[in-house]
């Protein structure tokens, strides 16, 4: 198995409270993501990274920000939390996005309530 | 309209029978990917395709680039094998894709009762 790890797994938070989720990776792999799933979608992209200190945006990245200041970590921070954030976010990895280093591999995922 | 469809959304199998997942794209891709999510858990990579068929134990992933199609089979079925599979494609360069991962199916929610 790929050294995905995210951390807190499970957590509940209030209205309005900043909120930081971490991945950490032991595969120094170049590109993270993160993605939430919600029922009836499939998995979104939020903000992915393409090495350390260069982030850029996904689909749904609107209440979200991201930082990597290391190859192996790569931190979500909710600035202020809010109901409709109410979701599961996986990270995920890959080695490259061309040819046949475009494997992804996901960690766990983190299950954040928002009440 | 969704870049990624799968079909179905929802099957119930009874244990031992031969089960395909349907997946189509609109886009041209780079890859292929299936995934298996079980109940509260994560997700795992399957097989990652760019062309032909791929075979591991009980699975077997198929693609037709041309007809922008893929199935993925399960052969004797397991209760073990209840998940949820999810279709996800790479976009290709000419389709706007880039370093911005996957686009994803919605999951086909598979049900195998003894």
């Known amino acids: 198995d790929a050294g995905i790890t995210q951390s807190p797994r499970h957590k509940v938070t209030e209205t309005g409270t900043p909120v930081t989720l971490r991945c950490h990776q032991t595969?120094?792999?170049?590109?993270m993501y993160w993605y939430r799933q919600d029922p009836g979608h499939g998995l979104r992209l939020i903000h992915y990274?393409?090495?350390?200190?260069?982030?850029d945006k996904g689909e749904v990245s609107d209440g979200y920000s991201v930082s990597r200041s290391k190859t192996e970590d790569f931190l979500l921070t909710l600035e202020s939390a809010t109901s409709s954030q109410t979701s599961v976010y996986f990270c995920?990895?890959?080695?490259?996005?061309?040819?046949?280093?475009?494997?992804?591999?996901f960690g766990q995922g983190t299950r954040l309530t928002v009440v | 309209k969704n870049e990624v469809e799968q079909s179905p959304q929802n099957l119930t199998a009874q244990e031992g029978e031969f089960i395909t997942i349907n997946c189509s794209y609109s886009?041209?891709?780079?890859?292929l990917h299936w995934l298996q999510q079980h109940p509260g858990g994560g997700i795992v990579s399957l097989f990652m395709?760019?062309?032909g068929k791929k075979k591991h134990g009980r699975l077997i992933a198929t693609i037709n680039i041309q007809e922008k199609h893929s199935s993925l089979h399960i052969t004797a079925s397991h209760p073990r094998d209840s998940a949820v599979y999810i279709c996800?494609?790479?976009?290709?360069?000419?389709?706007?894709?880039?370093?911005?991962?996957?686009?994803f199916g919605k999951g086909t929610h598979l049900i195998i009762q003894p």
């Open positions: 995920a990895i890959s080695e490259g996005y061309r040819g046949p280093n475009t494997e992804a591999f």
């Open positions: 595969e120094n792999h170049r590109y």
């Open positions: 990274s393409y090495g350390v200190k260069d982030t």
């Open positions: 886009v041209g891709i780079s890859a």
């Open positions: 395709l760019s062309s």
């Open positions: 996800a494609v790479r976009k290709g360069l000419l389709s706007g894709g880039g370093a911005d991962g996957l686009t």
